[in-house]
């Protein structure tokens, strides 16, 4: 057969049957079926956007931004809905992008991420190198707590078999150097904290159990003496008020019971401690030397005037002071060294860099540098 015949043949073909042949492949596709295949596109890109959403923390909760750390005189910080930055030399720069990592934590031997896939990973701060460090085969995920000593604590979750385990690994190299616990069931009893041991400067700081194991009271203690009198006690949490100043909420079961903190626990890394009555309003988060800074907003401070802003408190004579700013601002959150301080805005994403102004060694007043250094 010539390929001319063929095509005459083709040509002849009655115009029903090919009608017919049009409606039989119309109804082997019924309307349901596009339905079906619309509906999962859907699915599919409304799952995405959902994920990418969740990651850059569209979902999560919170009074806007949490103030960060400062690491040899840079300043890293979470800008919610973008990442971590760090603010240097009057310029900031996004260093990690908030889809990619789940948590950080940064000091001087580099900054920590770790990521949705049960991932640790360290970031030069000189070089901005990253680097996956640690990696947990049968973890869905971890959570990490960089030490003073320049090692890491990783707990390892694996929550489909529900267990969880600890592990010391290197923070420069991801070594892991002991295996801390055995796997322990989610259903097991709570442990109480076995971190019972702080290092403030050149101090020693250990936690000694008082009574049962289950009451997690302790006495702190340093070269074996107790820093508090008979009768007073602290739980296991302490409060980073500054790389130099920790603290302890002290109970006394005979004022306010064993669920109130009624002073306060000031260790100081050089070698002072004091111990002062707990006050309701202030909450210390920084400190310049002894002085103590906080936070003072929509309560009464001097002269039953309500004022908002950032007041210092001078521990050897108990005088309070505001700072001046030489430019009206909101303070909800800081974090400060000698030199600089770092605020943030309530309901607020921005946050803002001051300069410390001092009078002989006295902190005095705040200059607004940038009143928002994220880009």
């Not at 991420?113 to 970031?123: E, F, G, H, Q, V």
């Not at 920084?286 to 309500?306: C, V």
Request: charged residues 30%; contains cysteine; negative net charge.
């Amino acid at each position: 057969m010539k390929a001319n015949d063929l095509l005459d043949m083709i040509g002849n073909v009655d115009d029903n049957i090919i009608e017919e042949a049009k409606q039989k492949k119309k109804a082997a596709l019924p309307r349901w079926t596009r339905w079906l295949a619309t509906a999962a596109c859907l699915c599919l890109i409304l799952g995405g956007t959902f994920n990418t959403l969740y990651r850059f923390g569209y979902f999560k909760l919170g009074c806007g931004s949490l103030a960060g750390d400062i690491v040899d005189g840079d300043y890293y910080y979470y800008y919610p809905h973008s990442g971590v930055w760090r603010y240097s030399d009057g310029k900031a720069k996004k260093l990690i992008s908030a889809y990619w990592m789940r948590g950080y934590d940064v000091n001087e031997n580099g900054l920590y991420y770790d990521d949705y896939s049960a991932n640790l990973y360290r970031m030069d701060l000189k070089t901005l190198k990253k680097k996956k460090i640690y990696s947990a085969s049968d973890a869905t995920h971890i959570y990490y707590d960089l030490k003073d000593d320049g090692t890491v604590v990783v707990t390892v979750y694996n929550s489909k078999k529900r267990y969880q385990y600890d592990v010391l690994i290197d923070g420069k190299t991801g070594e892991v150097l002991e295996r801390l616990t055995d796997k322990t069931s989610y259903d097991a009893p709570d442990e109480p904290d076995s971190d019972l041991h702080y290092i403030i400067g050149d101090r020693d700081i250990v936690l000694v159990p008082i009574g049962e194991a289950s009451e997690q009271k302790y006495m702190p203690t340093e070269n074996g003496k107790a820093l508090l009198p008979e009768g007073r006690w602290v739980h296991d949490g302490i409060y980073d008020m500054s790389d130099d100043v920790k603290a302890f909420g002290v109970y006394n079961d005979n004022d306010g019971g064993p669920d109130v903190e009624s002073e306060m626990l000031m260790i100081f890394a050089n070698g002072k401690t004091y111990l002062k009555p707990k006050e309701e309003a202030p909450f210390y988060k920084g400190t310049i030397g002894h002085i103590l800074l906080y936070t003072a907003y929509d309560h009464t401070e001097n002269n039953e005037n309500d004022i908002a802003g950032i007041w210092c408190y001078d521990i050897e004579s108990e005088e309070k002071w505001q700072l001046e700013t030489d430019t009206e601002h909101s303070f909800y959150n800081f974090t400060n060294d000698n030199e600089m301080l770092y605020s943030c805005e309530p309901w607020n994403h921005d946050q803002a860099a001051w300069k410390i102004i001092y009078e002989g060694n006295r902190p005095v007043a705040l200059q607004l540098i940038d009143d928002k250094i994220t880009d």
